[in-house]
């Protein structure tokens, strides 16, 4: 991504997260990225690619955050991803997944739905392959997914029964 783009979606990205993906116009959406309208439109043509420009910078720090320098244990990694998705959700997210947000703030966004889709079969293989757990992406998805939803209710005990719900899928 050219650097003027990405920095521009990051910028739409903290936007997002502070003010959520039905409030903000597009001039506050322009002011927030600290760009003329001009610029704005140039690298994001519609509200709609904002949004996705935005997701998908987000996702791309998401993968970074929660896949790097893993254990080579595998059971070591998976819960690491887990103790990293719980950091994140206290950090970065305790409202909630953006992605879902956005999606539930545009329902007939065909585009939006396509991506959350995607991204989140991204995660799940990349839990997959980091726990070997090859054909378990699956409930790896429902597991990640769980978590992030009910780390806003549980905290930390949702972390923890993320992982011992992962370790029971080795031995089923």
């Known amino acids: 991504m050219d650097s003027t783009k990405a920095r521009i979606a990051a910028k739409l990205e903290e936007a997002f997260a502070e003010q959520g993906f039905a409030e903000p116009g ?4 322009r002011t927030a990225a600290g760009v003329s309208l001009r610029t704005l439109y140039k690298y994001f043509p519609s509200r709609s690619d ?22 080579e244990d595998p ?10 998705v ?6 970065r ?5 953006m992605f879902h947000g956005a999606v539930a703030a545009h329902p007939r966004n065909e585009a939006l739905a396509e991506m959350l889709g995607r991204n989140k079969k991204d995660i799940a293989a990349r839990m997959a392959e980091a726990g ?10 429902l597991l990640h997914e769980g978590l992030t ?3 806003t209710l549980m905290r930390e005990r949702a972390v923890e029964c993320a992982k011992a719900l992962a370790k029971r899928l080795r031995t089923d």
Not at 50 to 71: C, E, K, S
Not at 132 to 141: A, G, Y
């Open 26 to 29: 597009v001039d506050d959406l």
């Open 50 to 71: 904002m949004v996705i420009g935005a997701l998908n910078n987000r996702h791309a720090r998401y993968v970074a955050f929660l896949f790097a320098d893993l254990p």
């Open 75 to 84: 059971e070591a990694a998976l819960d690491t991803v887990f103790d990293r």
């Open 86 to 91: 719980g950091e994140w959700m206290r950090t």
């Open 93 to 97: 997210s305790p409202t909630g997944c």
């Open 132 to 141: 070997d757990l090859p054909e378990r992406e699956d409930e790896l998805l």
């Open 149 to 151: 939803q009910g780390f």
